[in-house]
């Protein structure tokens, strides 16, 4: 349900490149591949991209099997996500859009960046910046402080917010929220 809803926000074409940031084992990535042009996942552990890459053949290999569409151009890669930079987000190139993931230190060295090159045109040497971001979160507070950065320092502006509960009967949910460009 989860990968349904944020699929479904994220409103992807089929001409379009995403990104999937944190992109553990392509549990939103080889779905995206149903839907875009191209999709690139980035993860921190090169173990788990080691991982996405042999879940990218299963996956490949079933859909031929079952005479299902091919998935789009679709690689993983390691990135340290804590560590991003403007310099490293334009070297993974231009993206249509971006569904962000993050275990619960959230995504501000992801969101900085991004910040960081709205405020700074000069550093973009031709990058442009998704226009538009779902973020799944399991943590409201990294995400209410990530948002604060995407609206008030890198131009987004937030069009919709909600929970998933993925864990009845716990105090836990799943926070999904879609920030547009301005």
């Not at 442009?128 to 990294?142: D, G, H, L, M």
């Not at 009967?169 to 301005?182: D, K, R, W, Y």
Request: aromatic letters at 8%; charged letters at 20%.
């Amino acid at each position: 349900m989860l990968v349904a809803r944020a699929l479904r926000l994220l409103q992807v074409q089929a001409h379009e490149r995403v990104i999937d940031w944190f992109c553990g084992l392509g549990n939103f990535t080889l779905p995206l591949a149903t839907q875009a042009r191209e999709v690139l996942g980035i993860e921190g552990s090169e173990a788990l991209v080691q991982r996405s890459d042999e879940n990218l053949v299963y996956n490949q290999t079933l859909r031929k099997h079952a005479g299902a569409t091919a998935l789009a151009s679709t690689r993983f890669v390691a990135r340290n996500l804590f560590e991003m930079t403007p310099e490293l987000l334009c070297q993974d190139g231009v993206a249509d859009k971006w569904l962000v993931d993050p275990p619960r230190e959230g995504a501000f060295a992801l969101v900085k960046a991004l910040a960081d090159l709205h405020q700074t045109p000069e550093l973009r040497q031709g990058w442009t910046p998704p226009k538009r971001i779902v973020y799944v979160s399991c943590n409201p507070a990294t995400l209410a402080r990530d948002a604060g950065l995407l609206v008030h320092q890198a131009g987004y502006r937030c069009e919709s917010a909600g929970v998933v509960n993925m864990f009845p009967h716990t105090a836990h949910v799943e926070s999904v929220a879609v920030f547009s460009l301005a």
